[in-house]
């Protein structure tokens, strides 16, 4: 089956700009994880999503950052304004459930860069 | 800041030796996993062993547990030029809280 898809694959956007990225998860999953990973550095929890609700955006870096979850599939992560600190790649990863004991499946990733 | 630390950062190794990651972690766990990335994109999961287990066994793949200790060690036997990526431990706490760590860069010369 289809495994969790990422779009775009690359983005180049000015500074000031927004960018929307996307992330459809495997059919089915009802949880949906956001992470951003800084050239060479661990992933970076964003914000996650059980369904269509979002019970932890702890990781969002600032109010520029938003998200959102439709139908309980696709995820939408968007930046206004984008700044330079704002390149990094974005990584989507879905599981079926959330919790315990459930390994997480990753898109490919969004390499957004803020020229 | 990340939970989970790996050491070393970095590992280079000849194929067909036997490469040992580690990684320590802070906080109490439900379970631990293991995954692998590729050229910096997306990560694909190798391995999870609960926090009542202490050692688990999946092909090439070794993984311990020590919670006392707060620590985990993957350990990869033969090693292959295919294995070059980079390794992240992830710790999973409460109900759906992943913490990953900043990862062992691993490259493996044939």
């Known amino acids: 089956g289809a495994g969790v898809s990422q779009s775009p694959s690359n983005k180049v956007t000015e500074k000031g700009k927004d960018v929307e990225l996307r992330c459809d998860p495997i059919s089915g999953h009802t949880a949906l994880y956001w992470y951003r990973q800084s050239l060479g550095q661990g992933l970076e929890f964003l914000i996650y999503f059980q369904g269509n609700s979002a019970p932890d955006k702890s990781g969002l870096p600032s109010d520029r950052f938003s998200a959102e979850r439709t139908g309980g599939s696709v995820s939408t992560l968007t930046i206004q304004r984008t700044q330079q600190e704002d390149s990094a790649v974005y990584l989507c990863a879905s599981s079926l459930f959330p919790g315990q004991g459930n390994e997480q499946y990753f898109g490919p990733g969004t390499r957004l860069t803020v020229t | 800041s990340q939970q989970g630390e790996e050491d070393p950062q970095a590992l280079s190794i000849q194929e067909g030796e036997n490469a040992t990651m580690n990684c320590s972690y802070k906080t109490s766990i439900n379970n631990l996993q293991w995954y692998r990335q590729n050229s910096g994109r997306g990560l694909v999961h190798l391995i999870l062993?609960?926090?009542?287990?202490r050692e688990k066994h999946s092909g090439r793949l070794r993984v311990t547990l020590d919670t006392s200790k707060k620590s985990s060690s993957l350990l990869i036997t033969a090693s292959r030029a295919a294995d070059t990526a980079s390794y992240f431990c992830?710790?999973?706490?409460?109900?759906?809280?992943?913490?990953f760590g900043t990862g062992t860069r691993l490259k493996v010369l044939a």
């Open positions: 062993i609960r926090s009542n287990e």
């Open positions: 992830a710790t999973v706490t409460g109900t759906y809280k992943y913490i």
